[in-house]
């Protein structure tokens, strides 16, 4: 399983905010996804890695 920050509409942002107000407190949104990680070879973990640091952020190689 794979989760990342959910991509939200305007109606979903404001029910948020409306309880984050009600809360005094700061909630981030996770969409989560049924993915499998694959196997790597070294060679292509090396490719993967160096993509991360040029764009410095994190891949994750899944089976769709």
């Known amino acids: 399983m ?5 991509k939200l509409g305007d ?14 407190k700061s909630l ?4 989560c996804h049924d993915l499998q990680p694959v196997q790597l070879s070294d060679d292509e973990l ?3 890695q160096k993509l991360e640091g040029e764009l410095g952020l994190s891949l994750v190689a899944v089976s769709a």
């Open 46 to 48: 090396a490719k993967i």
């Open 2 to 6: 794979l989760c990342s920050i959910a």
């Open 28 to 31: 981030l949104a996770f969409s």
């Open 11 to 24: 109606e979903k942002v404001e029910s948020i905010r409306k309880l984050e107000e009600g809360l005094g």
